[in-house]
């Protein structure tokens, strides 16, 4: 089969690879229907050392069950169904209370034995613990948005549900990436009453205006925070997600937040080491968040999705096909795209 | 009147001061019939340069009114009253919050204007704010309970609410000075099932065991967390109450909880910047707690204190008369005494 791997700084391929098999009892194979590039397989495609044999890239996709494990019993070739950024059992304690991404048994996409999201097929091993089975009839239109629940929209929920986002409260979005306007939808539909958004790409923070946003703050580090400030009576906002993971929207997300306040993060940390001493002790600030367990949302969210209530999946603003990979990439780096789907 | 300052590392004096007298029409002037030496003060007594005009110490007391400004209205004068470790207007949105320390008027004990606890007098700032009347008829007995209410046990307790411990949690509890232990009484209080108590001193783990500790770990760092670790199947505890505030504590605690699960921090850091990156973010690992709103919970508290339920008053293991505050400060550095009560 065909799938995109990772060669080097740059250099995303789309080669031919082994075909997935049954491995395991618990194993469906999945022929994709629709995968993407995340802004976090960005950063292995800036400063990867160069890997001869490749990396298999992508987590995120949709696709078509074809067949599944002698132990597999709620999922059923045919089904169409969306897989989660990580795999996991399903029946663990971690599962069960609904932090998937700590499953025991669980793991992410990409490795030697579990091919990656950007390819014809993959192996999902704990078929039922992982996939989330669509409803037979869903309208083709909806492939977007139900792409949009292996990954960003349940990610951005996570950045709300953490941040304690609730009706009538005030937020503070930082980063105007999919998950960061996906963190606006979910703010809004939380009942978050003002929703300022930091970014400055007028076409992603419109669309952020029309999933919620109130106010758009254009302006980074000092000056952003100053906007912030001035925004909301010198206090700054009672919830902050951070959606970027740079150690500057980390300070910039302390920089916002109210005292006795909440910065939910999101966007994997690209530092070691922060901020986390006498000024955040003093102000009372909690940090929370962390990587989504987005199966734990997908139930959820799904409804809302089918019903057509909300399209988070208008985040994707170019289509290409999957042997295009190489060119998805090009257009997320150089930011000419929002976030690209790909389809076989 | 008499009152103890900082001069420099090492040198508390007790010496002579002007007398408090009301300045605003909110003031109350209080005598101090208890005073402490906490924790927090070691921090300066270790490391402040010279000050030859001296620095007010003391931040806890109990006292009873002496005289009260025109505009106080629930306070009066032989009123014994509790006084918070920061003194709040009571009105301000943060005071309405519960979040004292953030008052928009507040400050603290030990300025210019507003002398510390540990002397004569007091003059106390937004009276009708900062104090907490004592009902009449307090037995004498429960002066070291009730003074606990100022800082400790209202940290402590602080600790354990933002730690989100709750009935059937399991709990670790790093430091075993009086916030500790009464952060261990806290987490029994509120129905935590199992209290791993980490601390070295065995006079002191063994008050925290009677306060409901369940195991004592006596190691300290990567052998400490090793021993949690084995005690909790190799998970750690879903909560972590961390009550010294170095960053080896900090980092204690980050190895000690379980993912998904919360650090909740009262000591006062004594660090700028921590391990707050992609390993605490793959955990979704919340960060919590601050300076304690102890003013909030007074009201909560006292009734047991009252009422005898308990004893938070026992970790005062020593009492000095105020002119030996010197000593007092001398015992605590040593650790020779857990926490030393003044009396005029």
Redesign the interface.
Known sequence: MRAAFLFGAGDVRVVDAPEPAILQPTDAIVRVTASCVCGSDLHPYRRATPMPEGAAMGHEFVGVVEEVGPEVADVRPGDLVIAPFAWSDGTCD?CR?G?Q??CRNGGFWGSADVPGGQGERVRVPFADGTLAVVPPGADEALLPDLLTLSDVYGTGWHAAV?GGVRTGIDVTVIGDGAVGLLAVLSAKQLGAERIILMGRHAARTDLGVEFGATDVVVERGADGVDHVKELTGGDGTRVVLEAVGHLDA?EQALGVVR??GTVS?VG??Q?????????????????????A?VRAYIGELLPGVLAGDVHPGRVFDRVLPLEETPEAYRLMESREALKVMLRP
């Open positions: 971690f209370e932090l991404t700590s953490r980390f005292a006795g993060r994997v940390p530092y070691r080491e922060g901020p986390i001493g006498r000024a955040q002790f003093g102000r009372n600030v909690t940090i929370t968040g962390g990587v367990p």
